[in-house]
């Protein structure tokens, strides 16, 4: 499996906002699920949103409302724009794919990409 890759993260104040971006592994990246997980130090990796291959998405509790998941099957690449960003959202954001909805909810991927740093502080 070829892993995805996640590129956007930086150093942002309390408030901002910053999108991050997602390339997704192959041709049928169309027929794929797809979900943004974080990792804060200490604590284990949670899934953040998701999204099926026709557009229908979820989010976690503490960023509905802040963060809006999106994608675009003829590029192959999806995409985490966040609002209104905490400190509390600081974390390692990594996204991955798969065939269907409950594998992205389980999260027990055999491989992972990088991950991109996000920092919200002053």
């Known amino acids: 499996q070829v892993p995805v890759v996640e590129s956007g993260g930086a150093l942002v104040q309390p408030g901002g906002p910053l999108r991050l971006s997602c390339k997704g592994s192959?041709?049928?990246?169309?027929?794929?699920?797809m979900g943004w997980y974080r990792q804060a130090p200490g604590k284990q990796r949670e899934l953040v949103a998701s999204i099926t291959g026709d557009g229908k998405s979820n989010y976690t509790e503490s960023v509905k409302g802040r963060f809006t998941i999106s994608r675009d099957n003829a590029i192959g690449t999806a995409w985490l724009r966040m609002n209104s960003l905490k400190p509390e959202d600081t974390a390692v954001y990594y996204c991955?794919?798969?065939?269907?909805?409950?594998?992205?909810?389980?999260?027990?991927?055999?491989?992972w990409g990088p991950g991109t740093q996000v920092t919200v502080s002053t």
């Open positions: 991955n794919e798969a065939k269907t909805i409950a594998a992205i909810v389980r999260g027990d991927f055999a491989s």
């Open positions: 192959g041709s049928i990246f169309n027929l794929y699920a």
